[in-house]
């Protein structure tokens, strides 16, 4: 289904299940489908939706973007849930999440799946990603958009982007690349927004077996919340199982 986000733009939304409302947001080089397997698994006693942000998938991308237009879709998606649910977030999907919570947006609990605020020891990303991005998708090269990204973000190795660029996956990736400026937005410098005034329960999630940085992040977010707490999935990286992560998100929002 469509819905209409405040300034008129379509967003495609699945929606699976019966129960109290959760809305699953994505992270970079994610669509609606990223979430469908955890969808899947909740379904049995949550109503999930998953939905393609702005410039993905089946939704519209209406110029100019602005992070508070994201905040906008998301709160559309809420209202067609029923004016208020429960929000599971990705990686920057997660700093999403937290930004459309800061915001007013009615959400009732979160869960926050390895949000890549900065910390120390965090790899910094190069001083001129953001432009190099930018010229890249101008320039219509979404591969070299896409290979930036993950070399100098995800930190892959050049040899395994390379091999990743011969196999099917890779058209896929790159008609998602163009979006990845949406994600430098709302991750901003990397910065904790004010999370002081984000009172409902929030869980903060993240593998063992992800990088020292990325569990330290989730910490300190946790930390900062009101009423936040961080628990660890065994064995997990950022490419985290759905049926672990779906236990975990179950504990969440029961």
Known sequence: ???????????????????????????????????AAVAALLADRFTVYSYDRRGRGDSGDTQPYAVEREIEDLAAV????????????????????????????????????????????????PPDYSARLA???????????????????????TEIVAGMR??????????????????????????????????VPVTVLAGTASPDWMRAAANAVAVALPAGVCRELPKQTHNVDPGALAKELAIAFS
């Open 1 to 35: 289904m469509m819905v209409n986000s405040k300034d008129g733009t379509a967003i495609a939304v699945d929606r699976v299940g019966e129960g109290p409302a959760v809305v699953c947001v994505g992270g970079a080089l994610n669509d609606r489908n990223s979430t």
């Open 135 to 157: 010229a890249d998708i101008a320039d219509g090269r979404p591969g070299d958009a896409l290979e930036l990204f993950m070399v100098a973000v995800v930190g892959m190795p």
């Open 166 to 199: 011969r196999t099917p996956m890779w058209r896929a990736l790159e008609a998602l690349a163009p979006s990845l400026r949406y994600d430098g937005e709302v991750s901003g410098d990397g910065a904790m927004p004010p999370v002081a005034e984000v009172t």
């Open 78 to 125: 809420v209202e067609e849930a029923g004016g208020s649910a429960m929000a599971y977030g990705m990686s920057s999907g997660a700093i999403l999440v937290l930004r459309a919570a800061v915001a007013g947006v009615a959400l009732t609990r979160l869960a926050l799946y390895e949000p890549p605020f900065t910390v120390p020891d965090a790899p910094p990303a």
